[in-house]
């Protein structure tokens, strides 16, 4: 778990810091992320690539891990306080998520989002 909670607290850092090499750095080549504005799924780094280019230009997206925990099939539950701001910086939604990661390798090769209730 330990290596588990490094890993996903590097990836927290970049996504934050818009560094999208950085964080494609901890992710395997056919990652399976969720499309939370069109819904369905994006597989690849290419794909996500796109996803994340395409909200920059509408949106800010801030996420603060609040806890880890790693669940029974192996999996990494990470419960987040998230924000999304417009680009002028007006809060949009603030809100706790749930971040669910399948590691391979040591990297990310599935992001699942549950939604919590704030304050949880």
């Known amino acids: 778990m ?3 909670h490094a890993l996903l607290t590097k990836v927290y850092e970049a996504y934050n810091r818009r560094d999208f090499d950085a964080f494609s750095a901890f992710l395997t080549p056919d990652v399976d992320w969720p499309n939370q504005i069109q819904e369905g799924r ?3 780094l290419d794909a996500l690539a796109a996803y994340w280019a395409a909200n920059d230009k509408v949106i800010r997206v801030d996420s603060a891990p609040v806890s880890f925990a790693e669940l029974p099939d ?4 990470v419960d987040v306080n998230q924000i999304v701001r417009n680009l ?3 809060i949009w939604s603030d809100s706790c998520v749930r971040h669910v990661f399948s590691l ?3 990297k990310v090769s599935r992001m699942d989002v549950e939604f919590l209730e704030k304050g949880r």
């Open 42 to 44: 994006l597989v690849g």
């Open 104 to 106: 391979r390798d040591g």
């Open 2 to 4: 330990e290596d588990a």
């Open 88 to 90: 002028a910086g007006q």
């Open 74 to 77: 192996g999996r990494v539950a």
